[in-house]
């Protein structure tokens, strides 16, 4: 019933920009905390960055200061803009997020599908 699609990989050149987007969707009540993670081939995923439903947001050292995690609760969505990628960034990019379904008292974990991010160098 509930489904997380991310949009918004492709190819860019180093030092370029990226905004990725994840709309979730079906019955939900709310949404919790939401978090990007990446997986580049052949290693494994590792999370990315995260954001509460009150927009207190981590990230990993990574990423500081060139990635901006943010959310859209009136569209059940969270971006992330990348800046200054470089080919290191490389990867599919998945989003994931603690969801409650109307009609139930608990939180469940999804995943998208992912969307891949290449950066050329």
């Known amino acids: 019933q509930v489904q997380l699609v991310e949009s918004g990989g492709g190819l860019v050149q180093a030092g370029g920009s990226l905004r990725l987007s994840c709309a979730a969707s079906?019955?939900?009540?709310?949404?919790?905390?939401m978090a990007w993670y990446r997986q580049a081939p052949g290693k494994q995923r590792e999370l990315v960055a995260t954001?509460?439903?009150?927009?207190?947001?981590n990230y990993a050292d990574s990423v500081k200061g060139r990635f901006t995690i943010s959310r859209d609760n009136a569209k059940n969505t969270v971006y992330l803009q990348m800046n200054s990628l470089q080919p290191e960034d490389t990867g599919a990019y998945y989003c994931?997020?603690?969801?409650?379904?109307?009609?139930?008292?608990?939180?469940?974990?999804?995943w998208g599908q992912g969307t891949q991010v290449t950066v050329s160098s």
């Open positions: 954001i509460t439903s009150s927009d207190s947001t």
């Open positions: 994931n997020a603690d969801i409650r379904r109307s009609g139930i008292t608990w939180y469940h974990n999804y």
């Open positions: 079906g019955s939900i009540f709310s949404i919790n905390t």
